[in-house]
């Protein structure tokens, strides 16, 4: 490419859940951006990024990219028209269990770069669960007028094929997250358990002590779900059974702040004078940059984790994972790998779970070999997507 060439330089505004102090989703976008251009060198292209956030000045200062309000219709507005096309996604953005206004937006934003005659492209999507069918035309209607459209597991392609929408434009393909690396100099990191700084839990078998760094580090990735918090209660009790098998160090993981972090501590405080003599518990303090807690799960030796993209981190670095769902989404993304949940917000047998992560921590390296095959499909894939919308660019396809 020469170089201040115009002609080769294509800006492309990026629509998802951005803004939001997720780890999960800002592990997307990263990935996304990372994708983009790694792919746009191949394909000589320059993209500029344009990103729709909740707090652009944040996401600017996060990934030196521009970004605007996505709830500021004129904003909005200015950056689709001067924008070659839109990424929309990844993540579960076209879903009604949040509510009935994430579908209208989220297809809104798609529509509007349509008319506009703005290439769209669907990056990553996990679709659904869609329980109001009369948002089905909303998503019927975009992704048949969308230039690419990629889902990231085969549900999600069935039920767009259920609304409508012609299999062979549906291309299933990983998590972006899957190809998310470490940051840059982390290939030198410590030992296991040694990231970011931590919180330990105050008092009792919670208080950090003198070579708890040479224990088994337990990552824990929790949220809050069910109303009544039975859920984290039976996740504390699974977690105590396991301390009475071996001392382990628990180092919860905050993936969405704050709402996480407060779950981290309720179960923490759960924990209190139950934990077996020996084991710690703590809370990790990773900051807002997705490639530092994608470090904090590379530091574990088997993950525990309710949050998807907490699992996909895992799968990214090789860490054996017991996955406890309260979405398809994770039963999808687990099966995608050989693997099934220990348990869901509604049932988790606190023995069998401690029988399963005591497994995974004495026979670490043949979980790995057994499930390499697998992971490693999808790390490689992991960049479809990208690759598919760096030739759309170049080469455009009337729809």
């Known amino acids: 490419m020469v170089a201040g060439s115009q002609t080769h330089i294509r800006r492309i505004a990026i629509s998802g859940y951005y803004g939001f102090s997720n780890s999960g989703d800002e592990a997307v976008l990263r990935s996304i951006l990372l ?8 394909h000589g292209l320059e993209v ?3 990103v729709l956030s909740a707090d652009p000045a944040w996401t600017i200062a996060m990934y030196g990219v521009e970004a605007v309000h996505r709830m500021r219709p004129a904003d909005v507005w200015g950056a689709l028209r001067s924008c070659d096309g839109l990424i929309s996604g990844g993540g579960s953005l076209l879903q009604d269990a949040t509510g009935t206004k994430t579908i209208p937006y989220y297809t809104g934003i798609v529509k509007l770069a349509q008319l506009l005659g703005k290439p769209t ?44 929408v012609p299999h062979d434009r549906i291309e299933v393909v990983p998590d972006p997250v899957m190809g998310l690396p470490l940051p840059l100099g982390a290939a030198a990191a410590g030992a296991p358990g040694g990231g970011a700084s931590a919180a330990a839990a105050p008092g009792g078998a919670g208080t950090a002590q003198a070579g708890s760094e040479a224990l088994p580090v337990v990552g824990v990735s929790l949220r809050s779900w069910r109303e009544d918090g039975a859920d984290l209660a039976r996740a504390a009790d699974a977690l105590i059974a396991l301390t009475r098998r071996r001392q382990v160090r628990l180092r919860f993981l905050p993936f969405h702040t704050p709402d996480d972090a407060q779950s981290s501590k309720q179960v923490m405080e759960r924990l209190q004078g ?10 990790a303090s990773p900051g807002d940059d997705p490639q530092q807690m994608l470090l904090e799960v590379s530091h574990c030796d088997i993950l525990f984790g309710m949050r998807l ?7 990214n670095q090789m860490v054996p994972m017991l996955g ?6 994770i039963d999808q993304f687990l099966k995608r790998i050989h693997l099934q949940p220990i348990g869901s917000t509604e049932l988790l047998d606190a023995e069998a779970f401690a029988d399963e992560a005591e497994r995974m921590l004495e026979n670490g390296d043949s979980w790995r070999r057994s499930h390499q095959e697998a992971i490693s499909k999808l790390k490689q894939q992991a960049q479809q997507p990208a690759e598919q919308i760096m030739k759309l660019l170049l080469h455009p396809i009337s729809r």
């Open 309 to 315: 993209h907490a699992l996909i981190y895992a799968a």
């Open 324 to 329: 406890l769902s309260y979405d398809p989404k």
């Open 48 to 50: 500029q990024p344009v």
């Open 35 to 42: 994708a983009l251009a790694e792919q746009s060198k191949v």
């Open 121 to 164: 492209f669907i990056y990553s999507q996990g679709i659904g669960p869609v329980n109001r069918r009369w948002m089905d035309p909303m998503i019927r209607h975009v992704m048949r007028r969308s230039a690419y459209v990629s889902v990231r597991d085969d549900q999600s392609a069935a039920l767009l094929g259920r609304m409508g």
């Open 274 to 283: 139950k934990l077996a003599s020996g084991s710690i518990a703590e809370l």
